[in-house]
């Protein structure tokens, strides 16, 4: 439980950017069942029941959520986990996955974060007082934006990388901007209303 707590404490900011889109646009940021994410992948159809316990959804544009959920929950240590097309990421080991594929028996024991990083892989996570941006290497080309706290100032992170082994960050005006891979993402410290590009 505390080990979740800590989890959520940590993706606070990109918690509430996904609220704070779903205000703006209407659409379910903050918790999409796959059938809306995907709407045109077949497989997603029909995984939400006592049988299947295909229960997922997506966070955002980056992190899918795979929990352990039923009437079983006490017992069972393993399910089915659908990954759609795209690249993916174990959350906790960084044990990478293509999609379309269904990973079956996939071990969700106590203590195993349920979730998996794919789409744009851009995260924003609170470290102290400062937001750092979480890059996972899923996609090349991608955008996403953080909301801060004050519901309106948005920071933009652009991807374009070309060799994930030499990933190098630029703020307004060309100014460099160091990171470093931590926890199997390229992280780095934002400024908000800030816009940052990776290459």
């Known amino acids: 439980m505390l080990d979740a707590a800590r989890l959520h404490d940590r993706l606070q900011p990109y918690l509430y950017t996904q609220a704070a889109r779903f205000f703006l646009d209407g659409y379910p940021w903050t918790m999409a069942p796959l059938p809306v994410a995907f709407p045109d992948d077949p497989r997603v159809y029909g995984r939400e029941n006592a049988k299947t316990r295909g ?23 393993t399910r089915d986990v659908y990954l759609p097309r795209g690249d993916w990421m174990d959350y906790d080991t960084g044990e990478r996955y293509q999609g379309p ?86 992280e780095f410290v934002t400024t908000p209303g800030e816009t940052y590009e990776l290459r």
């Open 101 to 186: 594929q269904v990973l079956r028996n996939f071990p969700l024991p106590p203590g195993k974060t349920p979730l998996f990083a794919g789409g744009t892989g851009i995260v924003a996570e609170k470290r102290g007082s400062r937001i750092v941006a979480r890059i996972y290497p899923v996609a090349s080309q991608a955008e996403s934006f953080f909301i801060a706290a004050d519901g309106v100032t948005r920071t933009t992170i652009r991807l374009n990388i070309a060799n994930w082994q030499r990933v190098s960050v630029t703020a307004g005006g060309g100014r460099a901007i160091s990171g470093a891979w931590q926890r199997n993402a390229f």
């Open 55 to 77: 229960f997922e959804w997506m966070i955002g544009d980056a992190l899918l959520a795979a929990p352990l959920y039923g009437n079983d929950y006490e017992t069972a240590n």
